[in-house]
């Protein structure tokens, strides 16, 4: 059995919880990951949450989606709403079909296989990250720190963890991906990312 912390038990109770933290930082997260994904690609989204991407930004640039989460009770909701969805570990996984593969705000959670999800996500034509390293789980308040940490708890992962932008940056050297373009965004609390299998460069 996975131990989780609440605001995962609903997408409700998930949406209400990230508006709060994130205002409105959490819509232009999405849309600037919805800006490198042009119109008619098809897109896999590698724990996906409660659909956001997809239901505000991609499913207006008619893109072909399947959205993949741990989680039953995100999948559950995106799966009676007509959504492709897969509920399943990423690290199950062995091969992205896609045009683009993308992840956002959740691969502190894989830490450990870092390199493995990149080059996973890379699998696909190409792979989009957006991942925060300004965050209050690296936070001088311990109890700032805490609650950030216990919110964001899925027993397994290390949701105790956060990246800054050095460590993600020698992450994703580590995986041998080949990075097309990269930057701070949001006021420097997220770095974007956009690469590729190292062996599909070289066949260019």
Known sequence: MRVFSPIYLSPAIYDFTMKCIYRDLLDERHRLVSEWLPEKCKVVELCCGSGVLYERFLGKKQITYKGI????????RLARRGISVENGNVLDLDHIDADYCVMQGSFY???ADASRVLRLMASAK??????????FSSNASPLLRFAAQALSFIGGTSSSFRYNESSLLHAVEKSGVHVIRSERVLGGK??????EAAARKEDA
């Open 190 to 195: 997220y770095l974007r990312l956009e690469f």
């Open 126 to 135: 190409r792979a989009i990250l957006m991942e925060p390293i300004e965050n």
């Open 69 to 76: 989460d741990l989680l039953k009770t995100m999948t559950y």
């Open 109 to 111: 959670h894989f830490r």
